[in-house]
């Protein structure tokens, strides 16, 4: 079945610094993938949609300077957290679902990304 | 796309049926209802899906009533590593396929 992979898994950096998490389809083409983050004890929430060749669409809510997506390739999603702070520590998670599939098909998730900002 | 209502929580013994319920009675007649699950520290795994027809696969039934208003998941032989939260999602088929999780329910298989 069709396989998403992150990475890192887990990230530990000090406040200030921009870190990068990748999300690779492994074996489909994703034109579309989505950008989730999850706080402790709380929902999925989603923050993008990650569309290939051009600019992602941002949840109310969401700074787009503050979370830098890029989609330039059919298998690869980049989310960036600029500048980051403590009160960006989450669990960031994506998904894609492959297209060649029926309409129907599920969506399939990463593993997730801890990011924890000291 | 629609809005679901699960339990907060459940608890299944080992070995048992699980039965987990959902609803969504504002569900459209082009919306699936997709299941999925979330354990601990992990990204959310697919279940299962269904538009109206009752549906099963190696991991699970789902069970949706005739005027689509609700549907249970059923996991026939609960054991612990099936502990986590589950998620009732109903969003269209087609085009970006959003989907907006809700709070869950979170399922606790005890030996």
């Known amino acids: 079945g069709a396989v998403v992979s992150q990475h890192p898994s887990w990230v530990i950096c000090k406040s200030g610094t921009s870190v990068k998490i990748e999300c690779r389809s492994l074996?489909?083409?994703?034109?579309?993938m989505f950008w989730y983050r999850q706080f402790p004890k709380q929902s999925l929430m989603l923050m993008a949609t990650?569309?290939?060749?051009?600019?992602?669409?941002?949840e109310q809510g969401v700074e787009k300077d503050k979370f830098l997506i890029n989609h330039a390739s059919l298998t690869l999603s980049t989310l960036t957290v600029t500048s980051a702070h403590p009160e960006d520590s989450s669990f960031y998670i994506c998904?894609?679902?492959?297209?060649?599939?029926?309409?129907?098909?599920?969506?399939?998730f990463g593993d997730g990304t801890r990011l924890s900002i000291l | 796309d629609a809005k679901t209502t699960q339990p907060p929580s459940m608890d299944c013994a080992e070995g048992r049926a699980a039965n987990l319920p959902c609803n969504h009675s504002?569900?459209?007649?082009?919306?699936?209802v997709y299941w999925y699950r979330q354990i601990h520290s992990q990204g959310p795994q697919y279940i299962i899906h269904?538009?109206?027809n009752n549906e099963t696969n190696e991991m699970a039934s789902l069970i949706i009533t005739e005027d689509r208003k609700s549907s249970t998941l059923i996991l026939p032989h609960a054991t612990l590593r099936d502990t986590a939260v589950y998620y009732c999602?109903?969003?269209?088929?087609?085009?970006?396929?959003?989907?907006?999780f809700g709070t869950g329910t979170r399922l606790l298989v005890s030996p």
């Open positions: 998904s894609a679902r492959d297209p060649g599939q029926a309409t129907n098909q599920p969506q399939h």
């Open positions: 074996d489909f083409q994703a034109t579309t």
């Open positions: 269904g538009l109206k």
């Open positions: 990650s569309n290939e060749g051009s600019k992602a669409t941002y």
């Open positions: 504002t569900i459209s007649g082009n919306e699936y």
């Open positions: 999602i109903v969003t269209l088929s087609t085009g970006f396929q959003k989907l907006v």
